[in-house]
């Protein structure tokens, strides 16, 4: 095998075994000198957008080279298991726990036929970064717990009139002109909060955060881990409400937090999104499309849909923005785009490279 010397985005990428890597919504994590990355592993056809496998996970020294290191979190053979086979598992990210040396893995899991009405996380647990993995919990977070960020006066839970006026709407997860921006959240405050596209961010002081889509996809929130990232804290924020933002992935650079989203079209790539604000818990804002030109497809996220943020151990201020170029009709063949992040005036960009490496981030 010839070793990968550079990132080809949106190329066929082949593992230790000549294998293309089978990945994808993916997140990494460096841990004693070595990347490794977790990712949804898809089968062929439509079929693959279900999860038949499991979560997939490689390592590497380098990020050009990765070796296969197996199914880190197995699909269930049992069909009362919530990862049963043939459910929807998407985007898990693992983060190391330093007080309980446990691996964490959070993801979007649906129940078998269920569509994507369950919007369920799951939590599964090793004591090794490889796995085995073991499913904990498979909820929806935030149960009995107002957000931080809404006037109390919107700290009720839906009056019948109010849960009348919205049951039969159409809210499949796309921009609505109907979407009850101010709503869901209180319908949902008994049972759990809809959480659908995420990632986890572990900030410096160890605080580690589960961003996700919630209420219909229309709003994102921001939710803090507890200090075994096993569940929520019960602190949490709504940020931009009704602006559908999904494929959250966050970075800090010099103190400000920045999030890459994307807009909700489905499997089909859509512009991004770049969101900033100063606090984590603060107020964010939109700062409009990060792609830069010239380049295929500015207009589309070079045509995929971010799923992390990889910081490169190592090199100061070097983030690469690691993206899903989906093909639902043959879900295995889904390509990665991977591309460095530039900073221009301290704000975050990506623009296209066919080819690239990480003597990049020397200039
Ligand atoms: C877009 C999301 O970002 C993906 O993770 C996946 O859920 C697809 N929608 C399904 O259509």
């Not at 919007?119 to 090793?126: E, I």
């Not at 209420?215 to 569940?231: F, K, P, Q, V």
């Not at 859509?270 to 603060?282: E, M, Q, S, V, Y």
């Amino acid at each position: 095998m010839t070793a990968n010397k550079s990132f080809l985005p949106g190329q066929l990428w082949p593992d230790n075994n000549g294998v293309h890597i089978n990945a994808h919504g993916g997140g990494v994590l460096f841990h004693n000198g070595v990347y490794y990355w977790f990712g949804e592993h898809k089968i062929e056809g439509e079929a693959g957008n279900a999860a038949h496998v499991g979560v997939h996970v490689y390592s590497s020294r380098d990020l050009y080279n990765w070796q296969d290191e197996g199914i880190a979190l197995a699909v269930s053979d049992d069909s009362k298991s919530p990862i049963t086979r043939g459910c929807i598992l998407e985007r898990p990210k693992v983060v190391f726990n330093s007080r309980t040396k446990k691996f964490v893995m959070w993801f979007h899991l649906e129940p078998k036929d269920v569509g994507y009405a369950g919007s369920l996380s799951g939590v599964a647990v090793a004591d090794n970064v490889t796995g085995p993995f073991q499913l904990i919990n498979a909820f929806r977070p935030n149960t009995g717990v107002w957000p931080l960020n809404v006037p109390d006066a919107d700290k009720r839970e839906l009056s019948a009139a109010e849960l009348g006026g919205i049951s039969g709407m159409d809210l499949n997860g796309g921009p609505r002109p109907w979407y009850p921006k101010q709503l869901l959240f209180r319908r949902d405050f008994a049972g759990g909060q809809m959480a659908r596209d995420m990632t986890l961010f572990v900030d410096d002081d160890g605080s580690a955060y589960h961003i996700y889509s919630s209420e219909a996809n229309g709003t994102l929130h921001i939710s803090r881990l507890s200090d075994d990232y096993l569940s929520p804290a019960g602190k949490f924020i709504r940020v931009l409400p009704g602006r559908f933002n999904e494929a959250p992935a966050m970075l800090k650079f010099r103190g400000r937090y920045f999030l890459f989203t994307s807009d909700c079209t489905g499997w089909a790539p859509n512009p991004a999104r770049l969101l900033t604000a100063d606090t984590i818990f603060g107020n964010w804002e939109e700062l409009g499309n990060p792609c830069l030109g010239p380049g295929v497809e500015i207009t589309n996220t070079f045509i995929s849909q971010s799923t992390f943020v990889l910081p490169v151990h190592g090199k100061a201020d070097a983030f690469i923005f690691m993206a899903d170029r989906w093909n639902p009709a043959n879900a295995i063949d889904g390509r990665y785009v991977w591309l460095p992040v530039e900073f221009r005036h301290d704000v975050p960009t990506i623009s296209w490279h066919d080819e690239w490496n990480l003597s990049f981030f020397d200039k």
